[in-house]
């Protein structure tokens, strides 16, 4: 069986791929909509934004991530927009205001943090990797595929180390991104020879400021399965529908899918119904 030698694959497309075979079918296929609201996550895009370019010139003075707000705030809402990325929609009056209040607050607290956590070592951060694994096929001969995505913070004081940085303030959330630190860390391994010595999330809002945990062999095993079953679907065109249909109401392709397209009248069948009542008339006697 001929594969496809381009496969690839970022951890999101994963998750999408997990909760509904035919959305990712639809995404890989361009059908995401032009037309989702890109507020939920806009601050998030800040504050990656402003870390990136404070990392990027090591002479700026102590303070300097929270002055940085405003002015990347507009630029990114503005590009955005012409790019057609998403429609950006404020909830109220005031929402503009408090999203820049929000991201001045988490760059304030999140500046210590990387002096404490990155500044120090070698580093790369915003790092965009497309990393070839072996995985089996089908029938079980090896096939390649890629990882894809970014990290926000790849460092090496002595071994590897990644870290990702979230806005949430919820204490738990980090049980969540478990998966996807599994990926990032799958993802070192396989383009350095070697795996990290610890993960971690970044999360200045939360009282737990950082948090840090050691990926298990067990849990390298299980990514590559689930990264295996993917490929699978993927290659045997699999476009089975999510079981839950709460999983469809912000689905980014409901537009395309077959599950939600009107069902028209089959004007085949119109057609053959009304040959049928010419059979029944022409049986008929005539009228007298």
Not at 45 to 54: F, G, L, M, P
Not at 140 to 165: C, M, N
């Amino acid at each position: 069986m001929a594969y496809d030698s381009k496969l690839s694959l970022s951890w999101s497309g994963l998750r999408t791929f997990e909760e509904c075979h035919n959305r990712s079918r639809l995404i890989r296929a361009g059908k995401r909509s032009k037309s989702e609201n890109i507020r939920g996550y806009f601050h998030g895009t800040v504050v990656d934004r402003v870390a990136r370019e404070w990392l990027d010139d090591p002479d700026l003075p102590a303070g300097a991530m929270a002055k940085m707000v405003p002015e990347i705030l507009e630029r990114e809402e503005r590009a955005a927009k012409e790019k057609g990325d998403g429609v950006g929609r404020w909830k109220h009056a005031d929402a503009e205001e408090e999203v820049t209040e929000f991201c001045v607050e988490l760059v304030t607290r999140l500046e210590p943090l990387l002096h404490q956590y990155v500044t120090p070592y070698d580093f790369e951060p915003a790092r965009r990797f497309k990393t070839p694994i072996t995985i089996p096929g089908l029938y079980g001969s090896p096939v390649v595929i890629y990882l894809v995505g970014e990290t926000d913070y790849l460092v090496k004081p002595d071994k590897f180390e990644v870290f990702d940085l979230k806005g949430t303030a919820d204490e738990s959330y980090w049980r969540k991104t478990m998966g996807q630190m599994v990926f990032y860390d799958l993802d070192v391994e396989a383009e350095f020879g070697e795996p990290c010595s610890r993960v971690g999330l970044i999360q200045p809002m939360c009282k737990e400021q950082v948090k840090l945990w050691t990926i298990t062999d067990q849990q390298r095993r299980e990514m590559v399965q689930r990264i295996t079953a993917f490929a699978h679907g993927v290659w045997k065109q699999d476009a089975t529908y999510a079981e839950d249909r709460e999983a469809c109401k912000f689905c980014p392709t409901k537009h395309a899918c077959d599950r939600f397209k009107p069902n028209f009248i089959n004007p085949e069948r119109r057609l053959s119904i009304e040959a049928m009542r010419q059979v029944v008339q022409s049986s008929l006697p005539p009228e007298t």
